[in-house]
């Protein structure tokens, strides 16, 4: 299953199936990416990050996906499982700014068995 | 688990009482921050301490003071709230500032104390 952006909010995949969570980032000088994902009732907890030098970075079951030129960022969670249902947000980091990590709307994932 | 321990996990409080959020970490983090997080939202940063100082106010009301008495403590001190400042409050740490050249490191955030103000 795959989400287009921050206009579907929600998306649903069957139990085993690979699911794609994107991102639209805002600022072009931003260095360094990280998705969370925040279970009910819990903080976000950190997924895996990227920094803007890498295109893409695997972890346990997920990879991470950097398309500077269209500013965007995926996630792929291979072989979904249900406790992989969350809500999953992507932040950036502006470059050179004082600022803090900016955090995406959020792509609420469930898993159907 | 988190290893940054946010107490309490609940909190109920008329709009004239006093109370504190308290998040702890063990982790070396030098730098500690609030957010607040409304249902359904991502979250919002109010405060940042970097080395225990207050570096980053979001412009966040008087009614919430935070305090940082040591490296592995951070407090929210909260006095009369309004019914609007009901929410999920977490705390998070990185190792070093946010804004540092090398500190392309990820926040951690602990499990959030909910706040709901009668």
């Known amino acids: 299953g795959e989400n287009v952006g921050l206009h579907l909010p929600t998306l649903s995949v069957q139990e085993g199936d690979n699911s794609i969570i994107n991102c639209a980032y805002s600022?072009?000088?931003?260095?360094?990416f990280i998705w969370y994902k925040q279970e009910s009732g819990k903080g976000p907890q950190f997924i895996i990050d990227i920094r803007s030098n890498m295109d893409k970075r695997q972890g346990q079951r997920v990879t991470v996906l950097l398309n500077k030129t269209v500013k965007h960022l995926s996630l792929q969670i291979a072989a979904t499982q249900p406790g992989d249902s969350a809500v999953y947000f992507c932040?950036?980091?502006?470059?050179?700014?004082?600022?803090?990590?900016?955090f995406g709307s959020g792509t609420q994932l469930t898993v159907l068995p | 688990d988190t290893e940054v321990t946010q107490t309490p996990k609940h909190l109920v409080m008329g709009m004239t009482n006093k109370k504190s959020l308290k998040c702890e970490q063990h982790m070396g983090h030098r730098a500690m921050y609030w957010y607040k997080q409304k249902a359904k939202k991502p979250p919002e940063l109010m405060f940042v301490?970097?080395?225990?100082?207050?570096?980053i106010n979001e412009s966040v009301p008087s009614r919430f003071s935070p305090e940082c008495p040591n490296s592995s403590l951070l407090n929210l001190h909260l006095h009369a709230l309004q019914p609007e400042d009901s929410a999920l409050y977490l705390c998070?740490?990185?190792?070093?500032?946010?804004?540092?050249?090398?500190?392309?490191?990820?926040?951690?955030f602990g499990d959030g104390t909910r706040l709901s103000i009668l």
């Open positions: 600022n072009s000088a931003s260095d360094y």
């Open positions: 932040a950036e980091k502006w470059s050179g700014s004082a600022r803090q990590l900016t």
């Open positions: 301490y970097s080395y225990e100082k207050l570096s």
């Open positions: 998070a740490s990185s190792e070093v500032p946010w804004w540092g050249r090398e500190a392309n490191q990820p926040q951690h």
